[in-house]
């Protein structure tokens, strides 16, 4: 499939190899799943495979349809570049080395019954991970603080999310639709560089 | 191998791939009622040591699906379930994304892309105070949560060494 030329295409395709890696690398570094801001720092601005916006639609499709977002990212990043082939790279990439991980400790705590201190070490893990989370939302969203309907939906969805306490789909059901018709009533005929 | 375990491992997990609308976290309730109460495959305490162990595994957040796998069938049950709780979604994940890069350009494509883009912002800025709210920090974990904000936010740093380094300060209760 080759996508249209509107969409800001990278200098170099990678290579399935080179899929692969990545988000083998991705998920080494990710604890407690979910957390996107460290595979937006190399899908982004290391390999620049997807633009600021494409990453963003990406991660909200990820987190929308069922699964885990880190693997449905990958689906979405393979795929993008060389269809089921890449899909399959990149899945394979992020789950073999955590997979034989996973098993080494369920190996040690079925058949030894050993709990390692794994509560303590997510403690301090955690604190770096809310860090990582919160400057990913800079940095994808220092563009908009000029943009006062931005803001506005920006705000909305953080309120909804954290006092209202509505669930991911909510959220889009409810600003989705006014969000879209606000961006569709300014028509946009071709994307920002950013 | 036990056959039936592992067709019992089978159906439950492909289902449950199908309704992790949010990300797998969504269905761990279901996932302990039936694991524990239904199917006895582990007991309430081992789930929750198996969650905390998965969830301090580097990857995705799915993998306690392996763990749960291994206790009812080795190391055949863990690849299995691993395999039943991941197909289902990757493959509607894959046909989704499909239809959204052939659509790129379209005036709708770009309408959801360009309107959306802020609430994904909103909600990135939600989930690291959720998970905030929930870790129970200490005033140093506030400083420390600040500082690496900047940090990443200013500079383009590895985060690794600093995960495994606050990792080994948590392990050593210093955090």
Not at chain 1, 6 to 27: D, G, Q, V
Not at chain 1, 33 to 57: H, T
Request: with cysteine; proline share 5%.
């Amino acid at each position: 499939m080759t996508p249209p030329s509107c969409m800001t295409e990278p200098a170099t395709k990678p290579r399935l190899l080179e899929l692969a890696l990545t988000f083998n690398k991705i998920s080494l570094a990710s604890f407690g799943g979910g957390l996107s801001a460290w595979a937006r720092r190399v899908i982004v601005e290391e390999k620049k495979w997807l633009d600021n916006e494409e990453f963003l639609s990406a991660l909200t499709l990820s987190r929308v349809l069922p699964g885990a977002n880190q693997m449905n990212f990958a689906v979405y990043v393979g795929s993008r570049f060389h269809g089921f082939e890449g899909a399959l790279a990149a899945v394979l990439g992020l789950i073999t080395i955590p997979f034989l991980i996973i098993l080494a400790l369920a190996y040690a705590y079925f058949v030894h019954s050993t709990t390692p201190a794994m509560q303590d070490v997510l403690h301090g893990v955690t604190v770096v991970a809310i860090g990582l989370a919160l400057s990913m939302g800079l940095k994808t969203g220092e563009k908009f603080l000029f943009n006062p309907t931005a803001l506005l939906f920006g705000a909305l969805a953080f309120a909804a999310s954290v006092f209202l306490k509505l669930s991911l789909i909510a959220v889009l059901a409810i600003l989705g639709p006014p969000a879209f018709l606000v961006a569709w009533r300014h028509h946009p005929r071709k994307k920002d560089a950013s | 191998m036990k056959p039936g375990a592992i067709l019992s491992l089978i159906s439950f997990f492909s289902v449950l791939s199908i309704l992790s609308i949010g990300g797998s976290n969504s269905v761990i309730p279901e996932m302990a009622r039936h694991a524990v109460e239904v199917e006895h495959w582990l007991t309430a305490a081992q789930f929750t040591n198996i969650f905390a162990i998965s969830q301090a595994t580097p990857g995705p957040s799915n993998l306690i699906v392996a763990l749960i796998g291994f206790k009812v069938a080795g190391f055949w049950g863990a690849l299995v379930a691993q395999l039943a709780m991941m197909l289902p979604a990757a493959s509607l994940m894959l046909l989704i994304s499909r239809i959204w890069v052939a659509s790129s350009g379209s005036p709708w494509h770009l309408a959801l892309e360009h309107g959306l883009a802020p609430i994904a912002v909103g909600l990135i800025f939600a989930s690291g105070w959720t998970i905030a709210e929930g870790a129970s920090l200490s005033t140093i974990g506030y400083v420390i949560v600040a500082a690496c904000t900047l940090l990443f936010w200013k500079s383009h740093i590895n985060p690794i060494p600093i995960i495994v380094g606050a990792g080994m300060l948590g392990w050593m209760r210093l955090i």
